[in-house]
């Protein structure tokens, strides 16, 4: 079996600051990708990043980026230069064999002013 | 930019009933998917299907859960008899392949009354 554990229920981060968000996994399998998404308040949720994990570069988009660390089975998400409209909250996810994603618990991100 | 919709936004229901949660993936999609989100829990995963069947589904996907595609661009999630512990977000999700980015619906809030 697989799983996701986020252990930062909620974090805030001053806009134009950075902030890193944590998420851990196991599973048995080598061959995974891990995602993050992202839940705005409208609730739709939307990809920010994939890491495959036979890849040992991480992932990176714009102002986001991943610390993948596959011995560790660790995965975080780093967010540069946070913008109001960063805040959301956010998903680690698994996806082994089969199509089916495991999430972790989600982190409420605050961004201020 | 296509995106998955769901239909209706906010779903209310007598315990015992019958509901019909519908969906539009994006159209040169063939993997849909659907996953829930009880209130302040984990999002979980149901049910994939690709070509007209059940490819994969979870322990929670029991004998009340059906899913249709019933014509070529609606994919249906269907709970035979509501219960309380059904009252949830429901999302459906769309992907071109199995590998492929899954693309998410905003959802329909199912309450059982």
């Known amino acids: 079996a697989q799983t996701v554990t986020q252990s930062q229920p909620e974090m805030s981060v001053q806009e134009a600051e950075t902030v890193t968000l944590s998420c851990t996994y196991d599973t048995s399998e080598s061959d995974y990708y891990l995602f993050w998404y992202k839940q705005p308040p409208s609730r739709q949720m939307i990809l920010v990043i994939r890491?495959?994990?036979?890849?040992?570069q991480n992932a990176t988009e714009n102002r986001f980026s991943v610390n993948f660390q596959k011995a560790a089975k660790s995965f975080s998400l780093k967010i540069s230069d946070s913008q109001l409209g960063d805040a959301a909250m956010y998903f680690c996810a698994l996806r082994t064999s089969g199509s089916r994603l495991t999430f972790g618990e989600g982190t409420q991100l605050t961004v201020n002013p | 930019e296509p995106e998955v919709t769901q239909t209706p936004s906010h779903q209310v229901t007598q315990m015992g009933q019958e509901v019909i949660l519908r969906c539009v993936p994006i159209?040169?999609?063939?993997?849909f998917y659907w996953y829930r989100q009880i209130l302040g829990q984990k999002v979980e995963f149901l049910v994939s299907f690709y070509n007209n069947e059940i490819s994969e589904k979870s322990e929670i996907f029991d004998d009340q859960f059906s899913v249709e595609r019933p014509d070529g661009s609606n994919f249906t999630l269907k709970i035979r008899s509501t219960k309380l512990e059904d009252s949830a977000m429901y999302f459906c999700?769309?992907?071109?392949?199995?590998?492929?980015?899954?693309?998410f619906g905003p959802g329909t809030r199912l309450t059982v009354l």
């Open positions: 999700a769309s992907s071109r392949d199995s590998d492929n980015e899954q693309f």
């Open positions: 159209s040169n999609h063939l993997y």
């Open positions: 890491q495959e994990a036979y890849k040992q």
